[in-house]
């Protein structure tokens, strides 16, 4: 059983950068992706960003050019770089990760990003 912890999430101001951090407790290279989700209240969970075992990223169109995904597999550690942050960025952000095959779907606990305006 593979656990991830996030890390990294805060208070900032609307225009500043955060970088949120998911810590697998085992080798980031066994999920055949791995991303980050966002919840704000009141709505649905949506994708943010993915990035598959080659490496392959994806992103939502509002985060496109603010946010990056990015990995290191030394560290079994995914990260999200949020720059330019927006008040519609404010949600509790997850961390994902899927098994080869989609026969495990891992989830974090999440952490809080709040952007003031």
């Known amino acids: 059983q593979v656990q991830l912890v996030e890390s990294g999430g805060g208070l900032v101001l609307a225009g500043g950068s955060l970088r949120l951090s998911c810590a697998a407790s085992g080798s980031i290279g066994s999920f055949a992706s791995m991303g980050w989700y966002r919840q704000a209240p009141g709505k649905q969970r949506e994708l943010v960003a993915t990035?598959?075992?080659?490496?392959?990223?994806n992103y939502t169109d509002s985060v496109k050019g603010r946010f990056t995904i990015s990995r290191n597999t030394a560290k079994n550690t995914v990260y999200l770089q949020m720059s330019n942050l927006k008040p519609e960025d404010t949600a509790a952000y997850y961390c994902?990760?899927?098994?080869?095959?989609?026969?495990?779907?891992?989830w974090g606990q999440g952490t809080q990003v709040t952007v003031s305006s």
């Open positions: 990035i598959t075992r080659g490496g392959t990223t």
């Open positions: 994902n990760g899927i098994t080869p095959g989609g026969f495990y779907n891992y």
